[in-house]
């Protein structure tokens, strides 16, 4: 199985900063990353898909790059709304892995 | 509108058996892939299952033998059928629609219900 490996864990900002979370796969996996933003009781919601493709709808706040076994998710200017569990999927081999999550919380 | 509703969760015994299901309005599942994911107390999120627009399935390994997905087109349901339940597969389930990718396997999980809770304990 592909392993992914998120950083950091958990990522205290305040409002209005710019923060980014990385995402390692333990193996190439191409573009095959998607981005997803889980709130406590609500179902997740793709952010992004194929590494940085901004899904329809998605505030361009958000962004993602890399390739391979590296990925990177960046949110600028937080807003409260951004304060949630955010977590990386690769679709390159079943079984579909997602990161364990990295936990966006206010400082 | 897309929207699917799952059902069926409560509370089960360990080694009890329990039917969850998903109702899909907005696509059809018989020309769509959808998925089961599910998401512990206080854990990630689990791909569990994932049921091809032809009706072929594949399964986690923590569930393999144990869960069993179909459907009814007719309906457009998706099922999750959970027997030998354990006190680890407690958690929020969620069925899912994935995008189908270039290789044709599952890529983005781009609609999503809001869950049903499986709770396993004596």
């Known amino acids: 199985d592909i392993q992914m490996t998120q950083s950091p864990s958990s990522l205290p900002a305040s409002v209005g900063d710019t923060v980014t979370i990385t995402c390692q796969a333990s193996?190439?996996?191409?573009?095959?990353l998607n981005w997803y933003q889980k709130k406590p009781g609500k179902a997740p919601r793709l952010l992004v898909y194929?590494?940085?493709n901004l899904e329809t709808g998605v505030s361009s706040k958000f962004s993602g790059s890399g390739s391979g076994t590296d990925f990177t998710l960046t949110i600028t200017s937080l807003q409260p709304e951004d304060f949630a569990t955010y977590y990386c999927?690769?679709?390159?081999?079943?079984?579909?892995?997602f990161g364990q999550g990295t936990r966006l919380e206010i400082k | 509108e897309v929207q699917l509703v799952e059902t069926g969760g409560g509370l089960v015994q360990p080694g009890g058996s329990l039917g969850l299901s998903c109702a899909v309005s907005?696509?059809?599942?018989?020309?769509?892939?959808v998925a089961w994911v599910r998401q512990a107390p206080g854990k990630g999120l689990e791909w569990v299952s994932l049921?091809?627009?032809?009706?072929?399935?594949v399964y986690a390994e923590s569930v393999k033998g144990r869960f069993t997905t179909s459907r009814h087109t007719s309906r457009n349901e998706v099922y999750l059928q959970m027997d030998s339940l354990r006190t680890d597969d407690t958690a929020v389930y969620f069925c899912?629609?994935?995008?189908?990718?270039?290789?044709?396997?599952?890529?983005?999980?781009?609609?999503w219900g809001q869950g049903t809770v499986v709770t396993v304990s004596s």
């Open positions: 999927q690769q679709y390159d081999n079943l079984p579909i892995t």
């Open positions: 049921i091809y627009s032809g009706g072929n399935t």
């Open positions: 899912a629609r994935a995008r189908v990718g270039a290789r044709l396997q599952a890529s983005q999980l781009d609609y």
């Open positions: 194929d590494a940085s």
């Open positions: 907005g696509f059809k599942v018989s020309n769509n892939y």
């Open positions: 193996q190439d996996i191409k573009n095959y």
